[in-house]
């Protein structure tokens, strides 16, 4: 199973951008599907970005054009840039891997311990 593990968080003013980091302990480009999630306060946990193994990728409406999902696959690492960035943005990030379809269907896949993006004047 592979484990992941996020970086990159931090406080940012609006406006401001950040990139977060997920490492990988496996080669990525064997995995079906990678993505993003946040968790607001008081909030349920939302889709931010996914990327499938072929390149495609999928955002939520309301985060195009200002979140750009990415990976380096020699890396092993999965990618968030966000910019633009605004209080509501605030939340915890998580990271997620799923290694074929039926896990990704079933919810089975696997997710980082997740970092604190705070946006904040």
């Known amino acids: 199973q592979v484990h992941l593990v996020e970086s990159g968080g931090g406080l940012v003013q609006p406006g401001g951008s950040l990139r977060l980091s997920c490492a990988a302990s496996m080669d990525i480009n064997s995995i079906y599907v990678m993505g993003w999630y946040r968790q607001g306060p008081g909030k349920e946990r939302e889709l931010v970005a996914t990327l499938l193994d072929v390149g495609f990728t999928n955002y939520p409406d309301s985060l195009k054009g200002r979140f750009t999902i990415s990976r380096d696959g020699a890396k092993n690492t999965l990618y968030l840039q966000m910019d633009s960035l605004k209080p509501e943005d605030t939340a915890v990030y998580y990271c997620?891997?799923?290694?074929?379809?039926?896990?990704?269907?079933?919810?089975?896949?696997?997710w980082g311990q997740g970092t604190q993006v705070t946006v904040s004047s």
């Open positions: 997620y891997a799923a290694m074929t379809y039926w896990d990704y269907r079933s919810d089975s896949g696997t």
